[in-house]
């Protein structure tokens, strides 16, 4: 035991009054808190079930850990209980002048849960970059990006970082909060001369048969956004306007759809109208662009040969 008390007083004079020592015991510390905090996110992987309480209980254990890991830092480097309250006025001092943007970000990252701004797995569109939301980082959320170079809301394969301060610079659209519904429409153009009415029930027919269903459930999901905001009373169904146009007849269909069915919802409905009208034998036709020449100068044609 004298051998190792030696070695250990040794070992203490080799730092200035003792830092290197409080260094390797600070080391050792935060080792065991890491232990324990994989420990018990290895538990909570195991007992909770929900994949969002799961998320946030690790969340919780994680950032827990890392406070407790600054709180021993202070009061190791510091030497003394006294000084705490000075240390942290130092050391908070400190990361607001050099590191304003990451606390924005952890500010960004308090106000994303506590204010419920967004969540895993909500589509959002974030500082002018759309995705659906795959992590939410103390400084950063992670999206899986859609659109860019690819038409409607298909995913680019690109997953993107944004920083949480934007939640605090930009407008943050969120496609699956309270209402995971959105409006949206298509034009079908009908030349003239065709069958308009027949043209209007072929279309309506086509938005039954596919956007029933959405509707009803739209309509269950707006009658709680009625009750949570001061919000009036929207229709739900689709709706068929009709507009004329130099070239065409235009039918105008405006319909509520999943946020994520968009794309499909359309490829259906073009198709059971393109095959209904089809089915008309001439009845009803689509227009397409054409353009009339009502008039041409005179020309002479010279056909002797010289």
């Not at 209980?81 to 050391?91: N, S």
């Not at 949480?164 to 009908?190: L, Q, R």
């Not at 198709?271 to 002479?300: F, R, Y």
Request: proline share 1%.
């Amino acid at each position: 035991m004298n051998s190792i008390d030696g070695f250990l007083q040794e070992f203490q004079n080799l730092g200035s009054s003792g830092l290197l020592l409080k260094f390797v015991q600070f080391c050792i510390w935060v080792f065991v808190i890491m232990l324990i905090t994989w420990l018990l996110r290895k538990a909570l992987n195991r007992s909770i079930k929900d994949n969002m309480m799961r998320y946030r209980a690790k969340k919780g254990v994680l950032m827990l850990s890392y406070i407790i890991i600054i709180i021993i830092a202070i009061l190791t480097f510091t030497g003394n209980v006294q000084y705490f309250t000075l240390a942290i006025g130092l050391f908070s001092a400190g990361l607001a002048f050099a590191l304003q943007e990451v606390i924005l970000s952890v500010a960004g990252w308090v106000a994303i849960f506590t204010a419920d701004i967004y969540k895993t797995g909500d589509r959002i569109e974030l500082s002018g970059i759309k995705g659906d939301v795959i992590y939410i980082g103390i400084t950063r959320t992670t999206l899986m990006e859609i659109g860019q170079w690819v038409k409607s809301d298909n995913y680019s394969g690109r997953i993107v970082q944004v920083s949480n301060a934007f939640v605090f610079k930009s407008a943050v659209h969120n496609y699956s909060s309270d209402f995971p519904f959105v409006w949206d429409e298509i034009d079908v153009p009908i030349r003239y001369g065709s069958d308009l009415k027949m043209a209007e029930e072929i279309i309506t027919n086509a938005a039954n048969n596919q956007l029933t269903e959405y509707a009803n459930y739209a309509g269950q999901y707006w009658k709680k956004m009625v009750e949570k905001y001061m919000i009036e009373n929207a229709n739900v169904t689709p709706t068929i306007k009709l507009k004329l146009t130099d070239n065409w007849v235009e039918f105008n269909l405006r319909f509520v759809i999943d946020y994520k069915n968009r794309r499909i919802a359309k490829d259906l409905l073009f198709k059971q109208i393109h095959d209904a009208i089809k089915a008309t034998k001439g009845k009803v036709q689509l227009a397409s662009a054409t353009s009339e020449i009502s008039a041409l100068p005179a020309i002479n044609v010279n056909l002797q040969k010289e």
